[in-house]
């Protein structure tokens, strides 16, 4: 296979760093680019050298000449698109959150499977340098049988400066940053088969939670919990940094600021740092997440060269995603969510 000719639907705010990240794949590039408004095409076809630009995705696809498509919209279109890709049989990465529903989601795997074409969900946190080492801690088996671990996001940061429709939605954290969060433990933890949740608002000036506690009854029986929050004024801002704490039956690991990764168990404890690559083109706090795009993007090259699904499919982000609609069922009725009433 040569190199996968790809289109970028949606050239907005977050769109940048998946251009950069296509501009540095072997194997992959972006042909095309489309966007409803002409001055974000503008800006981002000049800026990468791509000719081809549309503000019709259907117009963009009848053309023809691409192999996949990468969509980088708001919630609301990603099922109309995905739908658009599987009617033109072409492989498709979505961005989170997957869908506005759990029906709506479980509807675009369903129409990519009929197409027999590949879906995968932009989930990239488990793609982050500091992730994957703690997860490679956790399987070596170096502290044991893990039952307990934490998967913890605690900011004050601005995030509303750059996506003010953010502030806007009646559902903010879970379904923007818990996702991310719920998917590393699924990621480090395996499925979940009950949640509890409690939200809470604390900034007056949006419309939906900025703060959450979620608790987590795996299937392997252990218990996690995953909190969230954009409401936390700490001495040192930590955004966009992780912190996870693992119990295990052998030991303990902890990472924590600055990327440190501390594991203690039988032989004893070491420290190290686990940080993030600062790509040519990423600038700090945000290096950890842009080069886990550019992990995640070359995954997807790979996949598609062999034809495996790859790690973060739409069938697999199904788990994930309803995680989050049990957050929010729990937080909403106070009780404890069985998974299987969600995914059947």
Same mark, same amino acid.
């Given at each position: ?112 499977? !009929? ?120 001495? !040192?801002?930590?955004?966009? !940094? ?7 039956? !052998? ?94």
């Amino acid at each position: 296979m040569g190199v996968l000719r790809g289109a970028l639907i949606g050239c907005g705010f977050f769109a940048v760093n998946q251009m950069h990240g296509w501009a540095g794949i072997e194997g992959a590039e972006i042909v095309a680019i489309c966007d409803r408004d002409p001055e974000c095409l503008r800006i981002v076809g000049d800026q990468f050298g791509v000719a081809r630009r549309y503000q019709d995705a259907e117009a963009m696809l009848q053309e023809g000449g691409i192999d996949f498509v990468d969509i980088s919209t708001t919630v609301g279109s990603h099922r109309a698109l995905v739908e658009l890709a599987a009617r033109y049989r072409l492989p498709a990465i979505c961005q989170k959150p997957f869908a506005p529903t759990l029906s709506d989601a479980k509807a675009m795997v369903a129409a990519m499977d !009929e197409a027999g074409v590949p879906l995968m969900i932009h989930e990239n946190f488990r793609w982050q340098t500091p992730i994957i080492a703690a997860k490679a801690v956790v399987d070596s088996g170096a502290i044991g049988k893990p039952f307990w671990g934490r998967v913890s996001f605690r900011s004050g940061y601005d995030v509303f400066s750059g996506q003010p429709y953010l502030a806007t939605g009646k559902r903010f954290i879970i379904e923007d940053l818990g996702i991310h969060s719920l998917d590393i433990a699924r990621y480090l933890f395996g499925d979940a088969s009950r949640m509890t949740a409690r939200t809470r608002r604390v900034n007056p000036a949006i419309a939906g939670e900025d703060v959450a506690t979620m608790l987590l009854d795996h299937e392997s029986g252990l218990t996690s919990v995953v909190d969230v929050s954009y409401a936390t004024r700490l001495p !040192e801002e930590p955004f966009p !940094e992780t912190f996870l704490e693992v119990d295990g039956t !052998e030991g303990s690991l902890r990472l924590g600021k600055d990327y440190r990764l501390t594991v203690h168990g039988r032989t004893g404890t070491e420290t190290r740092e686990v940080a993030p690559n600062l790509l040519p083109w990423a600038s700090r706090p945000w290096h950890n997440i842009q080069e886990s795009v550019a992990l995640i993007q070359q995954h997807w090259t790979e996949s598609l060269a062999v034809g495996r699904e790859p790690d973060t499919s739409g069938r697999d982000n199904l788990k994930t995603f309803a995680l989050v609609e049990a957050a929010y069922l729990s937080a909403e009725t106070g009780r404890t969510v069985d998974l299987a009433e969600l995914l059947g």
